[in-house]
């Protein structure tokens, strides 16, 4: 999408997933071909190819007739459908299944403090939960509102209305963020960067060759191929002396120069010294620092959080994290401390709530206590997709559910979970390629191998 940051463009969803009842879902998977989760109280379902929607009891609201749909959010799902003639249209429904915003758009953004911003033949505008016009359908892209202002463009320039389609940032701009993050926005402009505020006032002037957004009121900024960073105020408080600067975070900013890495504070103070191989970002007030060939944790005040060193480690997440000593991994809690009986010689990556672990040359899956729920007994295992996982015994993939037990027996010579919930398989060497459901029914066949 032009006229957006990189760096600023957030698919946003303030949507909570309903806590999902087992039960219901096992329920839901015999019947259709995917379920993408509750929102709202609500999932989509997908059958032979065609998209509806099933209530938090399993009854359907409404029939699977719907080319494409997104989850509900505000009491509202996105459908699409094909008109008289023959083009696809958005719509929004209830949770009773009503139509009550017309399929008319040719698209839509996620509905944020009341409007929606929507294309209709080609311009973008803004309706509210009832389909009536807010904003008039004007711009060439419009996106939604976020503290009271949203981003559109018109005549290929970007600026900033409020919501009663007044102008508060004139469209001059050849990129900005698309959203305003306590009153600052990002904006691009004959190839430089700079802040605004959120009436359109320069924060620092457009010169910057590229900045990195505000955190902890600290920005990284690039002058001159280097980098450094400023205050909400445009003054420069880390020199720009550096070949790369990272976001502030628990006061502290990292930095790296001549491949050595460190940290300084916002007074531009050294925290760590900038003399490491290498570094890990902030997580949990512990980042892990490579100094030579091991790594250690160390706290935001630079300190050694503990003693230990380790060949490998990775970050901090709800209290543990995991390191390598030798040729075994395992986890230790925010002391150090080794958690018993989690020593594996390989670990995938948590998915599900589960990570793939190597032990005795099988592989099985532990939570993230490091807990081995899935007994190590197939010989490979991908990472777990939407609740399913494939694993390899005897030389054969199938599919695997939370619990370990088979979904899909071992019978497959390839077998591939993508995370629209479509399966991709191959009984036979050589043989077509076949796209199946989590029951094995085929789709569709895809020729080719």
């Known amino acids: 999408m032009k006229n957006i940051f ?108 009341g409007l929606i911003a929507a294309d209709l033949n080609g311009d973008y505008g803004y309706i509210d939960k009832t389909g009536k016009t807010i904003i008039p359908f004007q711009f060439e892209y419009a996106y939604t509102f976020s503290e009271g202002l949203a981003y559109f463009v018109k005549d290929g320039k970007a600026g900033f209305i409020n919501k009663t389609g007044q102008i508060v940032v004139q469209p001059k701009y050849d990129e900005m963020n698309v959203n305003c993050k306590n009153g600052i926005i990002p904006v691009k402009l004959n190839g430089l960067y700079g802040f605004i505020d959120s009436k359109g006032n320069e924060i620092t002037p457009v010169k910057y060759e590229n900045i990195q957004e505000f955190t902890e ?22 020199p720009a002396i550096y070949t790369t600067v990272i976001n502030c975070t628990d006061g502290i900013i990292g930095a790296e120069l001549n491949d050595k890495w460190g940290y300084l504070n916002k007074e531009n103070k050294t925290v760590i010294p900038i003399n490491n191989v290498e570094m890990g970002y902030v997580k949990e007030g512990l980042m892990w620092v490579k100094n030579s060939d091991k790594k250690s944790y160390y706290n935001t005040k630079g300190e050694l959080a503990f003693s230990g060193e380790f060949d490998d480690a990775k970050s901090f997440k709800n209290g543990i994290a995991l390191v390598k000593q030798g040729q075994k991994w395992h986890y230790i809690d925010i002391s150090g401390k080794a958690l018993p009986d989690t020593e594996y010689e390989l670990i995938g990556n948590f998915s599900d709530g589960l990570a793939a672990v190597l032990i005795n040359g099988k592989w099985g899956f532990i939570n993230n206590k490091g807990v081995v729920v899935i007994a ?59 796209n199946i459901n989590v029951r094995g029914e085929i789709i569709y066949e895809k020729s080719g191998g």
């Open 217 to 238: 009121g600290i920005a990284a900024v690039k002058i001159n191929k280097l980098w450094g960073a400023i205050d909400q105020t445009g003054k420069l408080v880390i």
């Open 376 to 434: 190590p007994a197939f010989d490979d295992a991908d990472a777990f997709t939407a609740r399913f996982c494939t694993a390899k015994k005897d030389g054969k993939w199938g599919l695997i559910n939370t619990k370990g037990e088979w979904i899909l027996k071992p019978i497959y010579n390839d077998l591939i979970l993508t995370e629209t919930g479509l399966i991709k398989s191959q009984l036979k060497e050589g043989d077509n390629q076949l």
């Open 6 to 113: 990189l760096f600023g463009f957030i698919l946003c969803s303030n949507i909570c997933a309903a806590q999902n009842n087992s039960a219901v879902l096992n329920k839901l998977l015999k019947t259709y071909d995917q379920v993408y989760g509750f929102y709202e109280g609500v999932t989509k379902v997908q059958l032979k190819g065609k998209f509806g929607f099933v209530d938090s009891s399993g009854k359907a609201i409404t029939k699977i007739i719907y080319e494409d749909a997104v989850e509900f959010a505000n009491g509202l799902a996105g459908v699409m459908i094909t008109n008289n003639i023959g083009l696809p249209k958005w719509g929004f429904i209830d949770k009773t299944g009503k139509m009550v915003i017309p399929a008319i758009y040719g698209g839509f953004s996620a509905m944020n403090e």
